[in-house]
């Protein structure tokens, strides 16, 4: 029972995050109704992983808002939503697992926006949206917990 309400809450989370990622390409914004419900999500999920310990979910709070400290630093060239959706990933996977989705994403990313520059589609200043690199980063993470 306790491992089927954590996959489920698991599920549900990427459903919120794929969502949060197509809003993001549409709108380069994400509605706060969608980030709130995103981290109450990821609030209740906490109690059901077992693996992460206390200072885990502190850690993964710290990555998140190291990305707002970073959006904010930056005149939001990173964008305090995706900072807000980094924070409610690492409430519920951790700091390690959190640490994994930036990467991850910040990989892909990279590799994107090399491909852009490289066929002149964009320049320097062009805006990327993060949060589905963000949702590349989480099922891949994810698919590792459910799978284990």
């Not at 491909?115 to 002149?120: A, D, K, N």
């Amino acid at each position: 029972m306790h491992l089927t309400i954590q996959n489920s809450l698991i599920i549900i989370i990427g459903g919120l995050l794929f969502i949060a990622g197509i809003t993001d390409i549409r709108k380069q914004m994400v509605s706060r109704r969608l980030l709130w419900i995103l981290f109450i999500v990821c609030l209740v999920t906490v109690p059901f992983m077992t693996e992460n310990s206390i200072l885990s979910i502190i850690g993964g709070l710290a990555v998140g808002f190291c990305a707002i400290g970073i959006s904010i630093a930056s005149k939001e060239q990173v964008g305090k939503g995706d900072g807000i959706v980094i924070t409610a990933i690492g409430l519920a996977l951790g700091a390690r697992r959190c640490l994994l989705v930036v990467c991850i994403a910040s990989l892909l990313m990279s590799l994107i926006a090399i491909v852009i520059l490289l066929f002149r589609r964009g320049n320097r200043h062009t805006r990327l949206p993060f949060l589905p690199a963000i949702f590349a980063g989480y099922v891949f993470c994810a698919g590792q917990v459910l799978i284990c």
